[in-house]
């Protein structure tokens, strides 16, 4: 079955430095892979997602490549603020079939806290 | 336009009693998930709706739960008799039907169930 792996945290840091977040997956096919995060008190939210081979997402500073020859998609940040504390959680799915997109799996999360 | 809520946010309950959780997805999205996330381990998935259809519960862990979604709104998830080890955080999502497209899963805050 489908699986991913998550470095395991928490990872502390200070602020404006580099961050790596490393995740790879198992899957059969061509899956999507997402990054989730959780703020305090908060639901998760998609932060960024790639739906083919070397594409890259990105969203507020964060990117990461989907390596389908290495199965990895690697969370990274070139500068950290405070306010990036919270948990992530790579996640994929299934890939493209039918007209509704089935169940996330997701990695076991990352606990990232940054200090000023 | 109103977010995933989900009701209630916590829930303390002896082991043996009854518990109902809610879920209101984002008006008009006819998918709808039930993930758990048990003691910081992975986010895990339930089951799926489609409308007010049960797509796929191959993640319920036990006839202990019943998850319903009556009419095709609003759905409850209900564990009967709750035992320790039901105890963990209950996510809601939901996504619109989108033919060929990527859906983005829109989470609830989520309901932390503890179970003494």
């Known amino acids: 079955g489908n699986s991913v792996t998550q470095m395991e945290g928490p990872v502390t840091l200070s602020e404006e430095a580099f961050l790596t977040i490393n995740c790879t997956y198992t899957a059969t096919g061509y899956p999507s892979l997402f990054w989730y995060v959780q703020y305090p008190g908060e639901g998760l939210q998609l932060l960024l997602k790639a739906t083919k081979a070397d594409d890259k997402g990105s969203n507020k500073g964060f990117e990461a490549t989907y390596r389908k020859e290495t199965t990895s998609f690697h969370l990274e940040k070139g500068s950290v603020q405070v306010s990036d504390s919270a948990v992530y959680f790579c996640a994929l799915t299934p890939g493209t079939g039918g007209t509704s997109y089935g169940k996330l799996t997701f990695g076991q999360g990352t606990i990232l806290t940054v200090h000023p | 336009e109103a977010g995933v809520t989900q009701f209630p946010s916590h829930s303390v309950i002896e082991k043996g009693q009854t518990v109902t959780l809610r879920c209101d997805p984002i008006?008009?999205?006819?998918?709808l998930y039930w993930y758990r996330r048990v003691m910081g381990k992975e986010i895990k998935f339930l089951l799926h709706?489609?409308?007010?259809?049960?797509?796929?519960e191959s993640g319920m862990p036990n006839n202990r739960f019943l998850a319903e979604r009556t009419g095709g709104t609003y759905s409850t998830l209900k564990v009967q008799p709750a035992e320790l080890e039901d105890s963990g955080v209950y996510f809601c999502?939901?996504?619109?039907?989108?033919?060929?497209?990527?859906?983005?899963?829109?989470f609830g805050p989520g309901t932390r169930l503890t179970v003494l």
């Open positions: 709706f489609v409308k007010e259809s049960k797509q796929d």
């Open positions: 999502a939901s996504s619109p039907i989108l033919a060929g497209v990527h859906n983005e899963q829109f």
């Open positions: 008006s008009g999205h006819d998918n």
